[in-house]
């Protein structure tokens, strides 16, 4: 079983719910990147997402699209995302990675060269926003090689259908988008989400994560009571921005958010 699977079946099995913070790779400069991940992890975070900039990144709002561009002007790459997580590893050989992004970058890496230079750099999965499970045959079967794990999106305009399947597809866990829009969008509806948590669990007994609307600890908090963990990647990332200047702070803030998030979630 692999370090996310394994991160994330622990929490399940204890009761509690998992914590997954996002994070853009090179956001604010690429000097904070590795430093910034020990800090979630100190402060509770299960598992990092880190985000790989891309120049198009059509599923963010603003507040991330600005962190992808803060990244690019660093000419921060994919090669460079590995670089960071095989710098985390040296440090913590436990908490599980997921590379956050989208499949322009690993195409121009090549499928092979990305699995293999991901597994040496110890990811542990992949979210692909722009690479549904019915074209990713090739990829998925290069990740089960390399014990890495593909999660895959539900939507609230999933269909029935549609959800069995990428419930059968994802590894890991299942990650609903709670919004009709891109990430930050809006406020969540919890009545909508509960029913659609509801109806998806019949199709898998992996946890199922909320995100794209997780804003503070009492959406945390509320959020838990409906799903297996919550995923937080605005709110982090517009901390990130607002002490941008100020490493030393920075990590603070984000680690007293974090933290916050980590109580409420229990």
Same mark, same amino acid.
């Given at each position: 079983? @692999? +370090?996310? @699977?394994? &991160?994330?079946?622990? +929490?399940?099995?204890? %009761?509690? &719910?998992? =914590?997954?913070?996002?994070?853009?790779?090179?956001?604010?400069?690429?000097?904070?990147?590795?430093?910034?991940?020990?800090?979630?992890?100190?402060? %509770?975070?299960?598992?990092?997402? /880190?985000?790989?900039?891309?120049?198009?990144?059509?599923?963010?709002?603003?507040?991330?699209?600005? $962190?992808?561009? +803060? $990244? =690019?002007?660093?000419?921060?790459?994919?090669?460079?995302? /590995?670089?960071?997580?095989?710098?985390?590893? $040296?440090?913590?050989q436990e908490t599980p990675i997921v590379l956050m992004g989208y499949l322009n970058p690993i195409e121009a890496m090549g499928y092979r060269a990305f699995t293999e230079r991901a597994a040496a750099a110890g990811v542990d999965g992949t979210i692909i926003v722009n690479l549904p499970p019915e074209e990713a045959g090739e990829f998925t079967g290069l990740m089960e090689q390399a014990d890495i794990e593909t999660v895959y999106l539900l939507a609230p305009t999933t269909t029935n259908e549609r959800a069995e399947m990428v419930c059968q597809a994802s590894r890991g866990f299942v990650y609903y988008v709670s919004l009709k829009g891109t990430t930050g969008a809006s406020t969540l509806d919890l009545g909508d989400v509960s029913e659609k948590i509801a109806r998806f669990r019949q199709y898998t007994q992996m946890p199922l994560m909320v995100g794209f609307g997780v804003k503070d600890a009492e959406t945390a908090r509320s959020v838990a009571a409906i799903a297996?963990?919550?995923?937080? %990647?605005?709110?982090?990332?517009?901390?990130?921005? &607002?002490? +941008?200047?100020?490493p030393q702070t920075l990590n603070r803030e984000v680690g007293r958010f974090v933290a916050g998030l980590r109580s409420a979630l229990g």
């Open positions: 079983m @692999s +370090r996310l @699977s394994s &991160k994330l079946n622990d +929490r399940l099995q204890s %009761g509690s &719910k998992s =914590l997954v913070a996002y994070i853009v790779a090179g956001d604010p400069e690429p000097g904070i990147t590795v430093g910034l991940m020990h800090e979630l992890v100190r402060n %509770g975070v299960d598992v990092i997402e /880190l985000g790989v900039p891309f120049s198009d990144p059509e599923a963010e709002g603003p507040v991330i699209q600005l $962190a992808h561009e +803060r $990244a =690019l002007a660093h000419q921060v790459s994919l090669a460079d995302c /590995l670089d960071m997580v095989r710098a985390f590893r $040296a440090d913590d297996d963990g919550a995923v937080v %990647g605005s709110a982090i990332v517009s901390l990130m921005e &607002k002490h +941008r200047e100020d």
